[in-house]
């Protein structure tokens, strides 16, 4: 029997290097998501990135700081990361 492989929350708040930031799905589709993501002290952003399973724990992964600009983007203008979510 196979498992269901856990999806990202819809909304959630940061928690390590994103403590503090609160991140809310705009869109998803199977290769990817665009999240909105508001921040205490930073500018308010987007994050576009690829959907990438975690075999290990059966889950979708959220990337970290080291994926930024390979398989994840940020964006502060929202056409520009909707173009970049209709790329994927």
């Known amino acids: 029997m196979m498992e269901t492989i856990k999806e990202l929350q819809k909304e959630f708040e940061g928690r390590g290097e994103t403590r503090g930031f609160h991140f809310k799905q705009l869109h998803k589709k199977d290769a990817g998501y665009l999240y ?26 959220y990337p970290q700081s080291p994926s930024f600009s390979i398989w994840a983007w940020t964006y502060f203008d929202y056409e520009d990361a909707l173009q970049k979510f209709n790329e994927l």
């Open 36 to 61: 909105a993501v508001n921040t205490p002290n930073l500018c308010d952003h987007y994050e576009v990135f690829q959907r990438k399973v975690n075999s290990q724990y059966n889950c979708v992964s």
